[in-house]
């Protein structure tokens, strides 16, 4: 689909606004705009705009989504400072909003915005609505952790769940705390090679880094199946991992022979990914066997790998 020039101009005029001038130029130019003979001393919002209009059409996607990723964080803290004040959202906020909607609008995918993160489980987690109007929801049996996330926000770093689990004041290490709710030891060997690979060590590098959550609830049906008698509702709700990327979700399932222990489950299983493909997720099975080999850890990096191409931790 086609980009709207005109709304990247003026989101990016907004986002960038607050900053001196002289950082606005820095900015600009780091990102790769085009030129102009405008002195952003005069407007700060001018000489956005028309360094906007100055670039290249093919550019503006990659443009967009550095944009996305630099004032991410931002975004999450003024959210919550606006939810909790009670107040409207700020101009600056509408225009990151905005600017996140023309992402998924140009690129003709359907991606799912998270509103709440459901993960970590250990034992199935007894979910209420805190706040039903608001899709609040909260874990009462303290099986998984929950994460509320900026309602239009695609994206989820170390750096903000690290963040999150610093106010959440549990005195287990986060890493250690996703490490235990691992469905399976060949699970754990996908979380632990993400970990020590690709997670840098330096803490301002790791931030900027996707998080892969274990055991994620995409659905969830909080009636037993005894108590439904044996018919599932939901046949699959809890994933394997996930990870938010800036290109989009992204599901990592660690099969056994449970998964194909008959064509009706196997078939089950296709709809499902069916149904979470047309949504938006991309889907990636990896078989318990292939973990067994002694060239696993091959497979995995180019795995992930390939992911974090796609993904801008700028």
Request: proline share 5%; hydrophobic share 40%; net charge neutral.
């Amino acid at each position: 689909m086609d980009i709207s020039v005109t709304l990247v101009a003026q989101s990016a005029s907004s986002l960038l606004h607050p900053r001196p001038a002289v950082e606005i130029v820095a900015i600009c130019n780091d990102l790769g705009l085009g030129t102009t003979d405008l002195n952003p001393l005069d407007s700060k919002r001018s000489y956005v705009k028309a360094r906007v209009w100055a670039t290249p059409k093919d550019r503006l996607t990659d443009i967009m989504e550095r944009l996305l990723s630099e004032f991410r964080s931002m975004y999450r803290e003024a959210n919550v400072a606006d939810q909790q004040n009670g107040a409207a959202r700020s101009d600056w906020t509408a225009a990151f909003e905005a600017l996140e909607a023309e992402v998924n609008r140009s690129s003709g995918v359907l991606r799912p915005v998270p509103r709440n993160l459901v993960f970590a489980t250990i034992g199935k987690p007894d979910l209420v609505f805190v706040d039903v109007t608001q899709g609040i929801v909260g874990d009462v049996s303290r099986n998984a952790l929950v994460f509320t996330t900026a309602p239009s926000s695609s994206v989820l770093t170390y750096g903000e769940l690290a963040a999150w689990w610093k106010e959440v004041g549990d005195s287990e290490k986060l890493s250690d705390r996703l490490y235990r709710s691992r469905g399976s030891e060949a699970e754990g060997k996908v979380f632990k090679f993400y970990a020590e690979k690709f997670v840098p060590h330096n803490p301002v590098e790791r931030g900027r880094y996707p998080a892969l959550l274990p055991q994620v609830w995409l659905h969830f049906d909080p009636v037993t199946l005894q108590g439904r008698k044996g018919k599932k509702v939901l046949p699959r709700q809890r994933m394997d991992y996930m990870m938010l990327l800036s290109s989009g979700p992204v599901i990592i399932e660690v099969d056994g022979p449970q998964h194909i222990n008959s064509m009706d489950t196997y078939a089950e299983m296709m709809a499902a990914d069916r149904g979470l493909t047309l949504l938006g997720y991309r889907i990636f099975r990896i078989a318990v066997s292939e973990l067994d080999r002694q060239d696993y850890q091959d497979m995995l990096e180019r795995l992930f790998r390939s992911l974090l191409s796609q993904h801008s931790t700028r």
